[in-house]
């Protein structure tokens, strides 16, 4: 009985032990079971991380294709000016980029100015004419116009002869030309070209390309596999202005094979597994360290970034406060961080007068309503109280979790444009008015033209008329001013009408020399002569008004170096505007203020050098004087306060004083009215 039980002791031994090895050998076995099945993920985690990467670089290169292309266009429009010119240069691009099947140039209404089609695909509009994808090319442009960027319309099927057909792709590029917009190029891509030209030849091999649709319609596809051939897809987001595209890569999944040296790495996974969990653990940490100090870093660009702008930066909360700046913001306002941060509603650069209108604006924004793409305009007010006006662009503020947390707003300070705009605004005026100076110019030379005639005429009766009054008294032998009684008195009328005629036949003469810009004949003449010339007139005038005319000559007042009749002609200008400036009654006769006093007195170039250089005249008034807009464009051409004034006359006057190398200007008078004065060049040192 002893050796049978002891048998049987030793059977049950075994059997525990078997059990345990059984069990230690089922453990291994697992434990290599996990190890390969981890190292096939692994591997099929590396494949499909190959072919990601592999279909981001395809993506890049399509996208760096397209951008190029657009570069090519820019360049093409830039170069070619002409119409008649532009085929020939298109020919040379479309041979140089295969995947533009075809090229157009439209004016701003889209219709066709020169267009080209690809020599590699001669047959594209043969089936159906180019007409039927006009409303694809109006998309396009459309959306090219509202970004002033190139844009892209969604794909479509062309079908081509014999049951063939190709899917298209329309580009649209606004192009300007001298500031102003000179139309569109629009381009049309072939998708399967995009892939097959602009894709690098070792990106394609091996694998097969398609663009397709986001609920997986494939547009286009480029290479081919065997039909039971197990593949891996992976798909890539293509987003272009206007359209969005997958990208799909498929390629043959790799054979799987037992991991080698089985035994040997199970040995060494059962060895080394604390090891190799520290070793994670340590790796891990490292990332995450990595991970921070990329963060931090690119905290840090944000902030490089933020600060180099010169658009402000502002964010609110849902509640309209403000919960970020940035220091271009805070500049333009003249206002530091802390007293914006935590602000509310009024903000504080709000103007006290507008909050309600601002206050009601917010609200639309607050109440989700988005505001135009591009902007609104509002005005701002600094520290210092003055005004400005903005720019605002606002966009939702999202956060991680797609929640809308705010507003976020770009400010542009628009004061400089305005001030440009302002400065282009007096330009064109200026432009216009020297437009109208020159029609004037040319009517006054057609004027004298016609009127150089009749004063020749009327000098000639004069003189006749004098010589006939002189043959019919036979006791003038001395001439007609010997004639007694009556015909004295008429012989001086006429010698007063040939003077006049004289007068103003170089009158004449000389405004049309002064816009030939001819120069004139000067001489040394009395200012007591100038004044003679012109005084009659004046006399004749202010008698006719009630008004006294007052000449005044310094007695040490040197001769002008001048042309006398043109300077005849400012002082009889300017005579004459100051007696209009006095209307009858105003000012009354009995405060002797209705006078017009016309003095010249010598000026030195300094006190104490000597003989005068220069003479003033002067020509003075009672009337109401000048207000400050007038005052302001007085010299303005076709500025006149006058109903029928044509607002030339003080600028010619101007211009011949400066052309004496003198300065008009003008004064308030004492206790009324208003002092034009100019200065001439004296004699004696000309």
Not at 400 to 416: C, F, H, K, P, Y
Request: net charge neutral; aromatic share 6%; hydrophobic share 45%.
């Amino acid at each position: 009985m002893a050796p049978t039980r002891w048998a049987e002791r030793w059977a049950a031994l075994l059997g525990w032990r078997w059990a345990l090895w059984g069990a230690l050998c089922l453990l291994v076995g697992l434990l290599l079971a996990a190890l390969v099945f981890l190292a096939r993920e692994y591997e099929d985690g590396l494949a499909l991380s190959r072919q990601e990467r592999s279909a981001a670089d395809i993506a890049a290169d399509v996208r760096s294709g397209l951008v190029r292309n657009l570069q090519d266009l820019i360049a093409l429009h830039s170069t070619v000016p002409a119409v008649d010119d532009w085929p020939a240069p298109a020919a040379r691009l479309l041979a140089s980029h295969r995947e533009i099947a075809h090229l157009e140039w439209r004016d701003n209404r889209l219709a066709v100015r020169a267009e080209r089609t690809s020599p590699y695909r001669p047959d594209l509009f043969v089936y159906r004419g180019r007409h039927e994808a006009l409303p694809d090319v109006t998309q396009a442009c459309a959306l090219a116009l509202r970004t002033n960027a190139a844009a892209y319309a969604p794909s479509y099927f062309w079908p081509l002869a014999q049951g063939a057909g190709v899917e298209l792709m329309e580009m649209c590029l606004p192009v300007t030309r001298d500031g102003q917009a000179d139309g569109y190029l629009v381009a049309t891509y072939a998708l399967a070209s995009l892939l097959t030209e602009l894709v690098p030849a070792e990106l394609q091999r091996g694998q097969r390309m398609a663009w397709t649709e986001a609920d997986g319609t494939r547009l286009s596809i480029v290479g081919n596999l065997p039909a039971s051939t197990e593949v891996q897809p992976v798909q890539q987001v293509f987003d272009l202005p206007g359209a969005t595209y997958m990208l799909r890569l498929e390629r043959p999944r790799e054979g799987r094979a037992w991991f080698p040296h089985v035994l040997t790495v199970a040995v060494g996974a059962l060895a080394l597994a604390l090891l190799g969990v520290l070793a994670l653990f340590a790796r891990d940490l490292r990332r995450r360290q990595r991970a921070e100090r990329g963060l931090a870093d690119a905290l840090a660009f944000r902030k490089a970034m933020e600060d180099s702008l010169v658009t402000g930066l502002r964010a609110r909360d849902m509640d309209g406060r403000i919960t970020y700046v940035n220091p271009a913001f805070c500049q333009m306002l003249g206002l530091p961080p802390e007293r914006l941060l935590g602000s509310g509603v009024p903000a504080p650069y709000w103007p006290p007068e507008q909050v309600d209108e601002y206050r009601q604006r917010l609200a639309v924004r607050l109440a989700g309503q988005l505001l135009p793409r591009e902007g609104f305009e509002s005005e701002f007010v600094r520290a210092d109280g003055s005004r400005f006006p903005v720019l605002i662009i606002e966009a939702p503020l999202i956060d991680a979790r797609g929640v809308q947390t705010g507003w976020m707003s770009a400010i542009l300070d628009l004061s400089e444009q305005r001030r440009s705009e302002e400065s282009l605004r007096a330009s064109q005026e200026r432009l216009q008015a020297t437009a109208r100076l020159a029609m004037a110019g040319e009517m006054a030379s057609l004027i004298s033209h016609e009127l150089n005639q009749p004063l020749a005429a009327i000098a000639s009766y004069a003189s006749g008329s004098l010589n006939l009054l002189g043959a019919d008294d036979p006791g003038a032998a001395t001439g007609p001013a010997a004639a007694p009684g009556w015909r004295a008195d008429v012989a001086l009328a006429l010698r007063r009408i040939a003077e006049q005629a004289e007068r103003a036949g170089k009158v004449i003469k000389s405004v049309g020399d002064l816009v030939r810009r001819r120069e004139r004949a000067r001489e040394a003449v009395p200012l007591a002569a100038l004044f003679d010339g012109i005084v009659p007139l004046v006399q004749l005038q202010g008698r006719k008004l009630g008004i006294a005319v007052e000449v005044a000559v310094a007695p040490d007042c040197p001769p002008a170096w001048c042309d006398r009749t043109m300077v005849e002609q400012v002082l009889l200008n300017l005579a004459r505007n100051g007696m209009q400036a006095m209307p009858p009654g105003d000012p009354p006769t009995a405060s002797g203020l209705r006078r017009l006093r016309l003095s010249a007195t010598p000026r030195p170039a300094a006190p104490g050098a000597g003989a005068a250089r220069w003479i003033e005249c002067r020509v003075s008034d009672h009337g109401h004087g000048l207000t400050p807009e007038q005052a302001e464009r007085l010299f303005t051409p076709f500025y006149t306060t006058k109903p029928e004034g044509m607002g030339l006359g003080l600028n010619l006057c101007r211009t011949v004083v400066e052309q004496h190398g003198g300065a008009l200007y003008f004064e308030p008078n004492t206790p009324r009215g208003t002092v034009f004065g100019f200065t001439l060049p004296a004699a004696a040192l000309s």
